[in-house]
């Protein structure tokens, strides 16, 4: 039932900014919005991927540049009914791109026939409002909306904004006990673990179609022929050398990497990836020296986004203890995600490493975060023999459902994965290889949820199980032993 004090005939939106997302969403997709004034917000992806990248999570769909949406859709979708955009050309949410998108506009209400139902309104500004830009507003919804008065501001007493709380905090979810986006979301990706786990106990032995649909949803491409690396220098060390060399990478880009050649081979190689970067352990002395002088090939990349190739400057508006939410909002909006991305150029790694005459076999080893890099690329791709994960998170079902996490995490999360799959399924793809597990915590980066990761090692020893590869599995409660009694064994086998 509608107010009774309210016209449905005569319902206008307005928001600035987030609220000007709001009002553009609302406006594309309810009938009754009669008039929309979305202000700070309405530009084209083009040219915000052009400058500042784009912006909060909520301002983003779930492949949307894949689908071909921009934001002169949502305008478009509500055409020939009144829309006024609200712009200042100093805003972060390029000026170009609105005017640009006002003009695509203006050609779509003049096929309406109502080419004054489109108007632009834009002043001198940063991010936010200014005496012209709210003038016109109002003159727009009493046109659009038949409101009588005169357009021009007048001074007012404000009230305080405690005044305007309907619920004693101001906010539901902890007023009356409403939902909040975390418990939504939390509920739905029950839904989805549900329907996983059920595929799981009715088909334990296919595993095919899961590894078909995380190429599909990370977004990974084979990575076809690769180029020759590019060797730009050595140094000497004992019992080893030090490489360094660049190789072209997925798109028009570069992998910067290190290549440690042991004097005396053992026809074997370790791809070494630290998500601080190829020289985190490159010191004299450190991981990867270890590995070389017990006569191992070791490979450490510069993945993209990582030591020499990143972050970069972009932030964005969501940069949360050091990891950019940004650039992970991108990866939704095309559908390729910065996971898969990686372990598509991890694949091309191993392809270099193939080539080789020193080298019959490759092995990885990742770190924290990078942990599901290389699962996804391991899963993908044979070459990879055996596989050692270190301090990883255990699935994202551990991120999704509990409220907390670490950020870091955020970068190599799958948009979609859990309608599909999760790590635990990719884990059980490699079965019979070798797999270790070392030091997994949950989502984050803890061992609280030491149920929930019970839950997922279920999964990996019910696949090995099946092959009958109990063996090659070995998980590890702590990584804090002697590289010797941790990688020893594994290695030896």
Not at 86 to 100: H, L, N, P, W, Y
Not at 164 to 189: C, D, H, M, R, Y
Not at 347 to 366: C, F, H, K, M, P
Request: net charge negative.
């Amino acid at each position: 039932m509608g107010r009774k004090e309210v016209d449905p005939h005569r319902i206008g939106v307005h928001g600035l900014s987030g609220g000007g997302t709001q009002a553009a969403y609302i406006s594309a997709l309810d009938d009754r919005v009669a008039a929309s004034a979305p202000a700070g917000y309405i530009t084209s992806y083009r040219r915000l991927l052009e400058s500042v990248g784009v912006q909060d999570g909520e301002q983003n769909f779930y492949q949307g540049l894949t689908n071909q949406i921009d934001h002169a859709d949502f305008i478009e979708a509500r055409a020939p009914k009144p829309t006024l955009i609200m712009a200042t050309t100093r805003d972060f949410f390029s000026i170009q791109g609105a005017r640009e998108t006002f003009t695509e506009l203006q050609g779509v209400y003049r096929l309406f026939g109502k080419p004054d139902n489109i108007e632009i309104v834009e002043d001198d500004y940063v991010h936010g409002y200014t005496k012209k830009t709210r003038e016109a507003m109002y003159a727009f919804f009493q046109k659009h909306l038949q409101l009588p008065g005169s357009p021009a501001e007048e001074e007012v007493t404000l009230v305080p904004s405690t005044e305007l709380q309907k619920t004693p905090t101001g906010q539901l979810s902890n007023s009356i006990g409403g939902e909040t986006v975390f418990s939504l979301n939390q509920k739905e990706a029950g839904k989805l673990v549900d329907r996983l786990n059920a595929f799981r106990e009715n088909n334990p032995s296919k595993l095919s179609g899961i590894l078909e649909s995380a190429k599909s949803l990370s977004g990974y491409r084979e990575p076809g022929n690769v180029q020759n690396a590019v060797f730009t220098g050595r140094s000497q060390r004992d019992g080893y050398v030090v490489e360094k060399y660049f190789v072209k990478g997925e798109g028009e880009y570069v992998i910067p990497y290190l290549l440690l050649v042991p004097d005396n081979p053992n026809h074997k190689a370790v791809l070494y990836i630290h998500p601080d970067g190829k020289l985190a352990e490159a010191l004299e002395g450190g991981e990867m020296e270890w590995f070389a002088k017990r006569g191992f090939v070791v490979l450490a990349p510069d993945l993209i986004g990582v030591g020499e190739t990143g972050p970069g400057l972009l932030k964005g508006d969501a940069y949360i203890d050091g990891a950019s939410y940004n650039m992970w909002y991108t990866s939704i909006l095309i559908g390729k995600s910065i996971a898969g991305i990686r372990a598509g150029d991890v694949s091309r790694l191993t392809q270099l490493l193939e080539r080789r005459s020193d080298v019959n076999e490759i092995y990885g080893v990742a770190k924290k975060e990078m942990a599901s890099v290389l699962l996804h690329a391991a899963a993908f791709n044979p070459l990879i023999k055996r596989v050692a994960l270190i301090d990883g998170y255990s699935s994202y079902r551990s991120i999704v459902m509990n409220r907390f996490y670490n950020p870091e995490f955020v970068q190599n999360l799958v948009a979609g994965a859990l309608t599909a799959y999760d790590l635990p399924d990719l884990a059980a793809c490699l079965a019979p290889r070798e797999l270790m597990l070392v030091g997994t915590t949950d989502g984050n980066s803890e061992r609280e949820d030491q149920e929930g990761m019970d839950s997922d090692f279920e999964v990996i020893k019910t696949a090995y199980g099946l092959k009958n590869a109990g063996k090659q599995l070995k998980i590890v409660s702590e990584s804090s032993q002697q590289l010797e009694v941790l990688f020893g064994g594994w290695l030896s086998n």
